[in-house]
C-alpha cells in the first residue's frame, strides 16, 4: 500500500479523538456557549474530569464558527468543576508532571499531540498504576460499590430538599443552578454543582418546575421556577 493512502487530515483526526473522549461524558450548549456534564461525566475521577473538560474545550473548534473565550486559570476550573482549589492544584501539577495538560498566561490546556495518551487515560488504562497509591487508603473508607450507593443517596437526598422548596415557594422566583447550589450548602448538604443538574430536570420533566431563561451576570443562564410564575 503506497504511503500516500495513509495520509489523513490532522484535524479530522483530532476532531475524532476529542468526540472519542467527549460524547460521553459533555454537552455542548451553543446558545449559552457553556459545556455541561452528563451523569456519567458528574461521576468521573476529579482528575478525568479535568481532561475531559480541557478536552471539551478544544472542541468548540469544531461546533461553533467563533470559539468561545474560556479562562482555564486554576480558580475558573475550581468554579466550572466544583473541585476544591485544594485538591485541584495538586492535580494539575500531577497532570502536568505527566505531559498530559500544560500552563499558560491563560491557564492550563491539552496538546492534540496528547488526545490519544488523554484518552487512554480516561479509559482506565493507566488505571493499575493509580491503583498502587489509592488502594491502601481507599480499602479502609469504603468497599466496592459504595460510592455508586453514595452518589444515588445524595441525589434523592437533592431531590427531597428541591421538592421541599417547591411547597415552601422558593421556587416562586426563578433560580438558577448557582442559586440552589448554594441554598443546598446553606442548609449543610455539600454536593457538587454538577449534581445538581440532574434533580432539576427531574423536577421538569415531572411538570412540578419549568425553566427559563434569565440574563445574570451579563449572560444568559437557565433558571428555574413554579409553573405560572
Known amino acids: 500500500m503506497p504511503l500516500k493512502d495513509l495520509v489523513a487530515k490532522k484535524s479530522e483526526i483530532a476532531e475524532s479523538v476529542i468526540e472519542g473522549i ?5 454537552r ?24 475531559v473538560y480541557l478536552v471539551a474545550l478544544m472542541g468548540w473548534r469544531y461546533v461553533l ?9 486554576p480558580a475558573d476550573l475550581e468554579t466550572v ?11 494539575l501539577k500531577n497532570l502536568k508532571d505527566a505531559h498530559l495538560i500544560a500552563p499558560s498566561d ?11 495518551a488523554i484518552a487512554a487515560t480516561i479509559a482506565g488504562e493507566k488505571k493499575s498504576a493509580r491503583k498502587k497509591v ?13 460510592g455508586g450507593a453514595a452518589r444515588r443517596s445524595n441525589g434523592n437526598q ?11 415557594g422558593f421556587f416562586k422566583s426563578p433560580r438558577t443552578l448557582h442559586g440552589v447550589h448554594h441554598r443546598l450548602h446553606e442548609h449543610g448538604i455539600i ?11 427531574k423536577a421538569v420533566k415531572h411538570r412540578r418546575l419549568k425553566r427559563q431563561k434569565i440574563t445574570e451576570g451579563g449572560k444568559e443562564v437557565w433558571a428555574y421556577c413554579v409553573a405560572g410564575a
Open 106 to 116: 491563560e491557564g492550563y490546556s491539552v496538546r492534540e499531540g496528547n488526545l490519544e
Open 158 to 168: 437533592i431531590s427531597s430538599n428541591i421538592d421541599a422548596w417547591i411547597k415552601d
Open 65 to 73: 464558527d467563533k470559539v468561545p473565550e474560556v479562562s482555564t486559570k
Open 28 to 51: 455542548y450548549y451553543t446558545d449559552t456557549s457553556e459545556i455541561g456534564f452528563t451523569p456519567d461525566g458528574a461521576a468521573l475521577s476529579s482528575e478525568n474530569r479535568v481532561l
Open 191 to 201: 454536593a457538587r454543582q454538577t449534581s445538581v443538574s440532574g434533580p432539576l430536570l
Open 81 to 91: 468543576l466544583g473541585i476544591p482549589g485544594g485538591t485541584l492544584r495538586p492535580l
Open 134 to 146: 489509592a488502594a491502601p487508603f481507599a480499602a479502609k473508607v469504603k468497599k466496592k460499590g459504595d
Open 22 to 26: 467527549v460524547s460521553k461524558y459533555v
